[in-house]
C-alpha cells in the first residue's frame, strides 16, 4: 500500500496557565489501517518550530489522535507540536509526522475600573 500521508489540521488558541484540546490528525490515508498516534515532537522528522516543551501534550488517544495541550508555563505565542501517526503493518510500519500549532493568548486583564486613591 502507499505510505500513510497526513494533512495539516486547523490551529487552535487558548489561555496561558490553561487545558486547550487540540485538533487530532487530518487527512490521514495510506498504509495498512487501523493506525496509532503518538507524541511526535522529539522526532527527528519533526520540524515544529518553537516546539512546544517536553510534557505539553496530555491524554493523547493512541487510536483517536485526541489530545489536549497543557499551556501552563508558556509565554503568549504561537508554537507547533507534532503527533506521529504510523499505520499497522508488520514488521515495519509506515509513519507520517502531523504538524499542529497552538496560538497562545495572556488571559484578559480584569483590573478594577477605579484608579487607586493617592493621598
Known amino acids: 500500500p502507499a505510505p500513510v500521508t497526513v494533512g495539516t489540521p ?3 488558541s487558548g489561555l496561558t ?3 486547550v484540546t487540540g485538533n487530532p490528525p487530518t487527512g490521514v490515508s495510506g498504509g495498512t489501517s487501523p493506525y ?3 507524541d511526535g515532537t522529539a522526532d527527528p522528522l519533526c520540524t515544529a518550530s518553537p516546539a512546544l516543551p517536553a510534557g505539553s501534550i496530555t ?3 493512541s487510536t483517536t ?3 489536549s495541550v497543557n499551556t501552563v508555563g ?3 505565542g504561537t508554537y507547533q507540536y507534532c503527533i506521529k501517526v504510523c499505520d499497522s503493518a508488520s514488521p515495519t510500519p509506515s509513519c507520517a509526522i502531523s504538524t499542529h ?3 497562545v493568548t495572556a488571559p484578559p486583564c480584569n483590573a478594577g475600573t477605579l484608579a ?3 493621598h
Open 10 to 12: 486547523a490551529p487552535v
Open 17 to 19: 496557565g490553561t487545558s
Open 36 to 38: 496509532t498516534y503518538s
Open 59 to 61: 491524554g493523547l488517544s
Open 65 to 67: 489522535g485526541a489530545h
Open 74 to 76: 508558556l509565554a503568549p
Open 101 to 103: 500549532t497552538i496560538i
Open 116 to 118: 487607586p486613591e493617592v
